[in-house]
């Protein structure tokens, strides 16, 4: 009897534990996941600052033997993007006199703040990744999240010192996109990852009219309230009809590394940026 | 000391499954570490510790996703229940029953998790994907099955505890 006893108290507090857990207001819940983020947060970072020593001296020692062949070619690119900058300087001190002649505003410069990857998603259910800055950087929840070479994502969830990032890779974000050459609209969203690795989005609602190619720059058309006009997301794979024939689809490859990404750089942007990312 | 073992063990567990990356040629499932270790509980705790540890690790899964806290618990929880009832039947300290083991347990809590986030809006994933995401957790638990099952059981016995097949 005792025995029995027991065994309708374990169902019992089990089944109000699992009501209480799916029931918590958003708030708590938050806090809770906050709390367990910041506390494994000081290991991840331990764990992947370590990986990544390994990695990058293993790197180092597979790469010994082109090493000078690489520093002639990184002197190379620096002379390069040396003459490449002072021609943009030029262009942009000329963009702003016109700009401020026609009476358009000035564009804002983002402050950017540099984070390191230190988790993935461990539930495999979605495309994300876990920055070391939080609340206490100036973060807060939808913010973009770019690469060097192109935009990654956006802020989702921030605790003081780590900031998950939904990247564009998965099928829940969607980013009003603009192909600059044909000046086409669309919405991107994430198609995951396929087995051979690669990371690809497609852009939906693109006008059949426009003679979008392979190789078409995909960029943020501002529209939307996360993202600033302009920011680099890809390049066009391919192009096909989607399921009604009355609109195009285009295959993405985004340019950021999403499956590699080692450090990230969020954007922080004013509420009153946000409301005026869409003005010329 | 076997509660602080058991923190230890399900803290390392949810540090490495949000470090290691998700294979892309299994449909990129996490690495099934947390469902392992509860496994490892189920076959060598009384079912009430074995139930602490299945909550506690599916709070720390979820907590460590962009879901809402509770999914990963249910999932856990039934695999527990589902490992104590047959347990009796199949279970044996062998490294292939480890690795039987592994397998259903990551597919299923997969399965269930994915379901029950997707019933709810808060997944898009497809079907197929599901089911493919489903097979590669499948593959990973059984890998993972018998190197968790050693790995806790040294850590007991390092730590001076009595490891054994609880009745």
Known sequence: MAVHR???????????????????????????????????????????????????????????????????????????????????????????????LVGFRTRTTYRLVAAEVIARDSTGWWQSLRLDRGRLDGLTPDLPVMTPDGLAGRTVEVSDHTADVLLISDPGCRVSVRLPRTDSFGVLRGSGVRWDGRVLCRVDFLNPGHAIRPGDEVVTSGLGGVFPPGLLIGHVESVQSDATGIHRRAIVLPSANLGAMRQAFVLLLTSNERSNTARP | MKVVSIAILLLVAGLLQALLPAPARLGQPAWPILPTLVLYFACTRERPMALVVAVTAGVVQDALGLGPLGYSTAALATLVIAIRRYRGEVFESEAVTHVVLGALGAATVTLLTGFLLRANGHIEVPWGTMLVKTAGSAVLGAVLGPSVFWAASRFEQFLGLHWEVAP
Do not use: C, M, Y
């Open chain 1, 6 to 100: 027991g065994g309708f108290l374990v169902w019992w507090v089990l089944a109000a534990t699992l009501l209480v857990l799916l029931n918590l207001p958003l708030t708590w819940s938050r806090s809770v996941k906050a709390g367990i983020r910041e506390t494994l947060a000081p290991l991840h970072s331990l764990v992947s600052r370590v990986g990544f020593r390994v990695a990058e001296a293993a790197d180092a020692l597979r790469g010994l033997g082109g090493l000078a062949v690489e520093n002639r070619a990184l002197q190379e690119e620096i002379l390069r993007l040396r003459a490449e900058l002072r021609a943009s300087q030029w262009a942009v001190r000329e963009n702003e006199e016109l700009r401020a």
